[in-house]
């Protein structure tokens, strides 16, 4: 029997079918979200190798490319002087993937070279000075001892007391969370060996969707046109071609300008003499591609790492940090990203805060192009419903109107203000200023009250330490 999809009943029972459907996922969404919860990161986390080699993919592709049409392309062409055939062409990509992929793996290991030999170095700088430290306040406290500073019987009495809390403390409460501590740091490395495996999977994975990429997205495009109608499937086509010029456009400018960003901390901290040059550099240069706040996560712990040793060259570096990040935010950033986001500042910091918030550091990066996404696609589709509407869709046209009239459609002016005349100013001036000054005068005697009431405390806890040593003069 064939099923006439146009029957009215066969819709009606469709339309029902749905709707009972999504009810009931609804309210197992409402009432088991902590289940739906751990189902979603499951998901996540077996497909996690798949997600790293997208992102892999992603943002090699610029280079891939790159290799391609401005290096190995032209070079097997010059030789054979003719263009390549499909199969020619197959190995051309596969060399191209295979070189990139290698480059990615070589800038990590240089990375991690150029880390952490200076990071083991900084420790155990650490720990080597960490008795000179000891020393130093050792003399400072004998010193005080020397010159003869005494301390009050109640100070003595409340360092006692504080001292046993501390003890207390220390024996009650970081004692016990040892072992908890030592089981987030066995977590944190077993956490660190699946991100490994599922970055090396991930590595793998993206090898493949880079020699195929045209033909991932000529199967989307085709899925797209297959599900939705024309005018949609369209719609979305152009929409993600506008995701990908935004997103991959601050992307690589972003990793461009952290890049140059650290070469030119490297050469400033290697003139001005700053101990651990290169471990600073990359701190700075990593954390760069955070917007905004980046420069500062960045800043905070080098200058802590030189204070401890140096204290002089940690004000330097402060110094030559706040200049660099002037130059980055004011002169490199604008001619490498230019305006590609489209966000204003208030906007940015929103985006960092709430990809921050629900996918930590990864989140900040990526927060501001999905933020620039969003509020294209908001903003095209305001200009859509004002289009159909014939109302300007330029903001500037908003600001000298009061509002629309809902029965006419003409826009309506802002009403003119009244005038007022000089001696009305006049008197509205000097109300005002009969009123600031009463308030500055009930201020300079809440100011006088307190600086008495203060004096005569001092005055009255004077008198008492002299009966106090007087007492202690008669009782010897």
């Given amino acids: 029997m064939k099923i006439r999809w146009n029957h009215r009943y066969v819709q009606l029972g469709v339309t029902a079918f749905l709707v009972i459907a999504a009810s009931i996922l ?51 062409e010059k030789k054979r ?48 000075s960490f008795p000179h430290y000891v020393s130093v306040v050792e003399n400072w406290l004998n010193s005080v001892v020397e010159k ?16 046993s809390r501390l003890q207390e403390y220390l024996t009650n409460t970081i004692l016990p969370q040892m072992q908890f501590m030592m089981k ?32 991932f997205v000529a199967k989307a495009k085709m899925a797209v046109y297959a599900v939705l109608p024309t005018k949609w499937a369209t719609f979305l086509v152009h929409s993600m071609r506008f995701t990908h010029k ?10 461009l300008d952290s890049a140059i960003i650290g070469v030119l901390c490297y050469v400033g901290t ?25 420069p500062y996560l ?34 490199l950033g604008p001619k490498i990203l230019g305006e590609s986001t489209g966000l204003s500042s208030f906007m940015v910091i929103v985006a960092i805060m709430v990809g921050g918030g629900l996918f930590g550091v990864p989140g900040m990066i990526v927060g501001v192009p999905v933020f620039a996404v969003l509020n294209a696609a908001v903003w095209k589709l305001i200009g859509r419903s004002l289009d159909e509407k014939d109302m300007s869709a330029d903001a500037e046209f908003y600001r000298d109107i009061d509002c629309v ?35 500055w005068d009930e201020i300079k005697r809440m100011f006088t009250f307190l600086v008495k009431f203060i004096q005569a405390k001092y005055i009255g806890f004077r008198l008492k330490q002299k009966n106090r040593r007087r007492r202690r003069k008669n009782r010897l």
């Fill in 270 to 294: 290697s003139i001005i003499g700053t101990p651990y040059a290169i471990l600073v550099s990359v701190i700075v240069g990593v954390t760069n591609v955070i917007p905004f706040f980046g």
């Fill in 298 to 331: 960045g800043a905070v712990p080098c200058f802590l790492l030189i204070l401890l040793v140096d204290p002089i060259q940690s004000l330097y570096f402060l110094i030559f940090i706040l200049i660099l990040q002037q130059f980055d935010g004011n002169i």
């Fill in 81 to 128: 002087n003719k263009a390549l055939q499909k199969k020619g062409r197959k190995v051309v990509r596969w060399i191209c993937v295979i070189l990139s992929v290698f480059l990615m793996f070589l800038v990590i290991y240089a990375l991690v070279m150029m880390i952490l030999p200076q990071l083991i170095r900084s420790i155990m700088n650490i720990i080597y």
């Fill in 184 to 215: 987030n740091i066995s977590a944190s490395f077993l956490d660190l060996l699946v991100f490994l495996k599922n970055f090396l999977i991930g590595a793998i994975v993206s090898l493949y969707i880079l020699a195929d990429k045209e033909g």
């Fill in 246 to 255: 935004t997103f991959g456009g601050f992307i690589s400018g972003k990793i």
């Fill in 26 to 76: 609804f309210y197992y969404g409402i009432f088991h979200m902590k289940s739906l919860i751990t189902g979603i990161k499951t998901f996540f986390g077996i497909m996690a190798p798949i997600i790293y080699g997208a992102a892999i993919a992603y943002l090699l592709t610029p280079i891939v490319n790159f290799l391609e049409r401005k290096i190995i392309f032209p070079i097997f």
């Fill in 405 to 439: 009239d809902p029965v006419s459609g003409k826009v309506l002016p802002m009403p003119v203000k009244k005038s007022v005349s000089k001696a009305q100013e006049v008197t509205v001036k000097a109300e005002k200023n009969r009123i600031w000054s009463g308030a």
């Fill in 148 to 163: 003869g500073w005494k301390l009050n019987p109640d100070m003595i009495s409340q360092i006692n007391q504080y001292s």
